[in-house]
Every structure is written in C-alpha cells, then in structure tokens.
Nanobody, 128 residues
Framework: QLQLVESGGGLVQPGGSLRLSCAAS????????IGWFRQAPGKEREGISC????????YFADSVKGRFTISRDNTKNTVYLQMNSLRPEDTAVYYC?????????????????????WGQGTLVTVSS
C-alpha cells in the first residue's frame, strides 16, 4: 500500500527552525514529484514547495522563498522541508504529496489537483 507519513512538526518560537520529513512506504519516492502544502485554520490549502524527480529542480512559493528549502534523500526514501526564520503566519498543518504524472518529470507544479498521494499532515505552530 502506498503511504506517505509526515513528521517533525511541533511548537516553535518565531525565528526558529523545524525540519519536516516525508517518508514513503510501498513505493520509491525518487520516481515521483513531491510537493509540500499547508493549510492554516480557515484558509485554503497553499502549495509552498516542490521538487522534481528527474533533476531535483525545486520551486518555492513567494511566502516561503529564502526561508525554506526542500531536499530528498533517496537512500532513505524521504523528502525533507527545512523551515528557517519561522513566522506566526507559517502556523498550519503541513502535508506532503506525491505525483505520478509524467508531465511533472519536466515541469514544476504546486497545483494540488496534480498530486495523487497525500500524507496525513503534521501541525506546525509558531508562537511565543
């Protein structure tokens, strides 16, 4: 069974850092485009970062650019989201997702409709 499991969320003070992990089971992550999304209370789901499988190219939404990085460790079948300089407005449930679309071998996308497998989410709270 294909499954994604996020971990690493928690409570952090403004300006702090967290690293989220997205571990896959039942399939090999390195063949899939991976996206990170978040949803704050009362807001729509927001795509924040993605990484291609073909060349490791990455993309970040303006809201997190320069503060977040995304990486993948194929030996651990895991993708990471390193979050630095966290702000209260980063508070949300964070989800990773994998896409089976061949087109995402060649382009980056944060359209959640293009992602097929989703984790259960991990809560990040940024507060003093």
């Amino acid at each position: 069974q294909l499954q994604l499991v996020e971990s690493g969320g928690g409570l952090v003070q403004p300006g702090g850092s967290l690293r989220l992990s997205c571990a896959a089971s039942g399939f090999t992550l390195d063949y899939y485009a991976i996206g990170w999304f978040r949803q704050a209370p009362g807001k729509e789901r927001e795509g924040i970062s993605c990484i291609k499988s073909s060349d490791g190219d990455t993309y970040f939404a303006d809201s997190v650019k320069g503060r977040f990085t995304i990486s993948r460790d194929n030996t651990k079948n895991t993708v990471y989201l390193q979050m630095n300089s966290l702000r209260p407005e980063d508070t949300a449930v964070y989800y990773c997702a994998a896409s089976t679309r061949v087109s995402l071998l060649f382009r980056l996308s944060l359209d959640h409709d293009e992602y097929d497998y989703w984790g259960q989410g991990t809560l990040v709270t940024v507060s003093s």
